[in-house]
């Protein structure tokens, strides 16, 4: 793994195209309406009688502030009143899952997303805990992973404090760039001592994982500017980096329509900025994990991609992809057996459906046995970065050149091309071809034609 990627210009520019992240397949582009609440209670039963481990993820949407680059569901708000309105129907939602699950089912991961989820106060933080560990087993014994985004224009020593006594034992900083005039385009003013602040803070309180995200493609960044971000946030240390493609479209997201387009750098610039990047990583010791994400060596993904059990949910990479994923809150995923499902993302018709006791499971699908199959390729491709036929024959019972024949031509190409070698036994991603990644998982993806043109993000 010493030498996972290699930076080739022209397979870059020749590869480089517009397409899912995969941290599904089929992905969320696929969900449909015919799936409901019927569904997922069903499927919580299945889950139940086979006592699958858990994994929780909370959506907490809401923000004190707009960052003009943000594409997540969030809602902006300076009345922190509305967030017990919300955790009134949070908990409502915790306990009409909650019944259908057992207590032998541990919950080893859990994760508190946003918006911003300190934008709770510490009383709700704690009542939203007690309430999680209620009606769920959560692993108490600080094995599990328990992670949580922080904002650190939204948190202080105290608040690292009270999450830490809560049984967090991970957190993810959201920083995107150091530059004061890139903070200023953005919206999103926040100085290096405030981030230090927060990562001391959770060194001292003995949390066991950090990951940093940042984001390359901002308007007004520079590849001098961006590498002397990428060189600080280094010097900081953390466990885990994403270093992330900025997609504008305005057109989607509102208000990436503050961010003026002539700001943006160039797509020339741009790689010039993730070149960059990835060699002050690689010498820093960072391996790359894959899709954006880098690690140190000690740490459990790094570990995990090295002996075949690293795997990719709506968490993004993880240990814990035999859990059956359970989301909560507005615009929440769930991934429970061969179900996908997802919750409102308008927050008035989420607390409307558990007011009357209902779940507001809104759209998803079931996985067929053809599903079944591309999902076990892509996730080998895009953890492993490996495929052995053999496996994958043993599991389904299918002939992969045969079942993949409309594949094989592009296949035989992008071997000749240096991004993958081929064998009638095996297919290895190299060097050469791990950043495109994404394209080479593309091959596989029934779907993808008629979801072309779906709002995807550049590979690159």
Not at 20 to 40: E, H
Not at 332 to 358: F, K
Request: net charge negative; hydrophobic share 35%.
């Amino acid at each position: 793994m010493l030498d996972s990627i290699r930076w080739d210009s022209d397979l870059i520019r020749r590869y480089d195209q517009a397409g899912p992240r995969y941290t599904s397949y089929p992905t969320a582009a696929q969900f449909n309406d015919k799936i409901g609440s019927f569904d997922l209670l069903h499927a919580l039963r299945s889950s139940r009688q086979a006592s699958r481990p858990l994994s929780l993820y909370v959506h907490l949407p809401f923000c004190a502030n707009a960052c003009y680059y943000c594409a997540r569901n969030k809602i902006i708000t300076k009345d922190r009143g509305r967030a017990l309105t919300y955790l009134e129907r949070l908990e409502k939602e915790i306990e009409l899952i909650a019944c259908h699950l057992g207590r032998d089912q541990i919950v080893e991961q859990l994760h508190f997303g946003g918006g911003t989820p300190t934008f709770l106060s510490h009383d709700e933080l704690r009542r939203l805990m007690g309430h999680l560990r209620q009606h769920f087993h959560l692993q108490d014994d600080d094995h599990g992973d328990f992670s949580v985004e922080i904002d650190p224009r939204e948190a202080d020593w105290p608040t690292i404090g009270l999450l830490r006594e809560l049984g967090f034992n991970r957190i993810s900083i959201g920083v995107q760039d150091l530059d004061p005039d890139v903070q200023r385009a953005i919206n999103r003013l926040q100085t290096l001592a405030q981030t230090r602040t927060i990562i001391e803070a959770a060194r001292t309180l003995q949390y066991r994982s950090l990951n940093i995200d940042l984001i390359y493609g901002l308007p007004l960044q520079t590849a001098a500017g961006f590498a002397n971000t990428v060189t600080a946030i280094i010097d900081l240390q953390p466990d885990r980096l994403s270093l992330s493609n900025y997609a504008h479209q305005p057109e989607r997201f509102a208000p990436q329509r503050r961010i003026n387009t002539a700001d943006l750098p160039s797509p020339t610039e741009k790689l010039a900025m993730l070149e960059q990047s990835i060699t002050l990583l690689t010498d820093a010791g960072y391996r790359y994990i894959g899709m954006d994400h880098f690690a140190l060596p000690d740490d459990e993904l790094a570990m995990a991609q090295e002996d075949g059990s690293l795997q990719r949910n709506f968490q993004g990479y993880t240990t814990h992809g035999h859990c059956d994923l359970v989301g909560l809150g507005v615009s929440a995923i769930s991934q429970v057996g061969d179900l996908y499902c997802q919750n409102s993302s308008d927050i008035a018709t989420y607390q409307q459906q558990l007011d009357q006791n209902q779940l507001a499971t809104a759209r998803g699908l079931r996985c067929n046995q053809d599903d079944r199959i591309r999902r076990a390729v892509i996730q080998a491709l895009i953890c492993d970065f490996a495929l052995g036929f053999e496996q994958l024959q043993r599991d389904y019972a299918v002939d992969f050149r045969e079942y993949f024949a409309d594949a094989w031509p592009m296949l035989e190409q992008m071997s000749a091309d240096g991004l993958i070698e081929l064998s009638d036994t095996h297919l290895l991603i190299q060097p050469a071809g791990r950043l495109l990644v994404r394209s080479i998982c593309m091959l596989f993806d029934h779907y993808l034609p008629e979801h072309i043109n779906n709002g995807f993000s550049h590979v690159i």
